[in-house]
């Protein structure tokens, strides 16, 4: 789709600009080249479901590009990790749009998950970005390119429904009140807001069934996110998803290669 395009380019030329700052040089002529091919083969491979629209939101996404780049000021660790942050939150919020286009009304549900992951990651990066990013992303990058491209490349008649997509994301339809998200590794399925499954890793809260309680869960894969386990169950157990006892202050109980066992989170 269009704004995933649009949302690679913004990511490609953050992370560009990201490399000088690492290095407290003049941002390379090749890599904003590079980003900039990938964006134009991506329009063009769209033909006439946009027709006229590359152009036009190329601009807007160099428009953005300066907009983030104000809020990263300076040049050394924090800002090369945070101006990646940056870029990939802009990148996650115009797939948010893309998938909102297909199914009307999820983009506020993904646009919450995609502001707490990446606001955790900017902090974690040293906290040295402004404090007008989200809004700076949200009313300079996403209104104005979502509004340049054509409705006719963004609608659909088909019911998609909740599945795991490349790239890591899940997309698709669900019931009223729910929204798609992630069940485990790369699985997707149907969630209420309020559910275990819904809740932010590591700090799982949500509702789960009698006798059991919501647990930070991740496996060797790397996945991560929150489920239900038994109360009850010690955490050598083998029983999956891990949960349970046994685990010391500031360590919960994770799926090792070989059953369950306490790390930190």
């Not at 091919?37 to 152009?55: E, I, T, V």
């Not at 907009?67 to 990646?84: E, I, N």
């Not at 798609?180 to 809740?199: D, E, N, R």
């Amino acid at each position: 789709m269009e704004s995933k395009a649009a949302g690679k380019k913004i990511a490609g030329k953050m992370t560009c600009h990201a490399k000088a700052k690492a290095l407290a040089a003049p941002v390379d002529a090749a890599c904003l080249t590079r980003a900039e091919a990938k964006f134009g083969m991506a329009f063009s491979k769209l033909g006439a479901a946009c027709p006229g629209a590359g152009n036009s939101v190329e601009d807007l996404v160099d428009q953005c590009v300066g907009t983030l780049l104000g809020d990263v000021p300076g040049d050394g660790s924090c800002s090369s990790r945070s101006a990646k942050v940056v870029g990939r939150w802009g990148r996650a919020l115009m797939t948010c749009a893309a998938h909102d286009a297909v199914a009307p009304g999820t983009f506020a549900t993904c646009d919450t998950r995609a502001g707490a992951k990446n606001t955790d990651a900017l902090a974690k990066a040293g906290s040295c970005t402004a404090g007008t990013v989200s809004n700076d992303l949200h009313d300079d990058c996403v209104t104005p390119l979502v509004a340049a491209l054509p409705a006719t490349a963004t609608t659909t008649t088909t019911t998609v429904p909740c599945q795991h997509v490349p790239g890591g994301s899940c997309f698709g339809s669900c019931g009223p009140g729910e929204f798609c998200g992630p069940i485990g590794f790369q699985a997707c399925g149907c969630l209420l807001p309020t559910s275990c499954s819904a809740s932010t890793y590591p700090t799982c809260g949500g509702d789960c069934p009698a006798g059991e309680t919501c647990y930070p869960s991740r496996d060797p894969s790397g996945f991560r996110g929150c489920f239900c386990s038994a109360t009850d169950v010690p955490c050598s157990s083998a029983s999956l998803p891990c949960g349970g006892l046994a685990c010391p202050p500031g360590f919960a109980c994770f799926a090792q290669l070989d059953g369950c066992g306490c790390a930190e989170p």
